[in-house]
């Protein structure tokens, strides 16, 4: 059965029902995104922008899917809050499971929300892994991700930034001042993400960082 899946394409974590992030497993359903290795590399820097915060601070993953980035948010301090969204029921359910399987309810909070829409409150710390792949692109993606990945986690839109560019325009009216966000990007997005974001003046830092293979991968904005 393993292999006759493995020859229709079918992802290994699905097979297996779980992957590994960072140093901790997590449960991935059918319909819901895999996190790849950059997705850890911005958990990383997640992690690591926790240490300047305050403490009890707050933090939202937009998007959350499996759950992997509140998880790894949540376990770096004991004292952060992490409001975790999603629109996908899906997605939903598998953060959830996830969440009480790490015994991490009373840190992670896993709330229905097409972005923004149900969030008013304000953070210290936004991180977002949002569909970027340019539509006409989806079909040059590898079987495993074309075929088994939910199209929503990959869709960006006919640029690809379509949902990189709501979070970007909301995102200033949910952070603290001094606060930042961390998102996933395209490997060719810098440019235009960085003109985008640029031209609103709620900025005072904006920058683009790249992955461990040298491609242009993180936005990294910082309110006033």
Excluded at 44 to 52: G, H, N, Q
Excluded at 95 to 122: M, Y
Aim: hydrophobic fraction near 45%.
């Amino acid at each position: 059965m393993l292999v006759s899946a493995r020859a229709r394409r079918v992802p290994l974590p699905l097979l297996e029902g779980q992957t590994g992030f960072l140093d901790f497993d997590i449960a991935v359903h059918p319909g819901v995104f895999v996190p790849r290795s950059e997705t850890e590399e911005l958990a990383e820097r997640a992690v690591s922008a926790l240490r300047s915060l305050p403490r009890c601070p707050r933090a939202l993953d937009l998007g959350t899917g499996t759950g992997a980035l509140a998880l790894a948010i949540a376990q770096a301090r004991p004292d952060v809050s992490v409001v975790a969204v999603d629109a996908s029921p899906r997605a939903l359910a598998c953060a959830r499971r996830n969440v009480r399987a790490h015994g991490l309810d009373e840190q992670v909070e896993v709330r229905k929300s097409d972005w923004f829409s149900h969030v008013p409150e304000r953070f210290h710390l936004i991180v977002a892994n949002p569909p970027y792949v340019a539509r006409p692109d989806l079909a040059t993606l590898e079987p495993e991700v074309r075929q088994y990945e939910p199209r929503q986690a990959l869709d960006g839109g006919p640029d690809g930034l379509s949902a990189i560019r709501i979070v970007l325009a909301e995102a200033p009216r949910h952070l603290f001042s001094g606060g930042a966000i961390l998102v996933e990007i395209g490997h060719d997005q810098g440019e235009a993400v960085l003109r985008f974001a640029r031209a609103a003046s709620s900025w005072v830092e904006t920058r683009v960082d790249s992955d461990l293979s040298g491609k242009e991968r993180f936005f990294i904005g910082r309110c006033g």
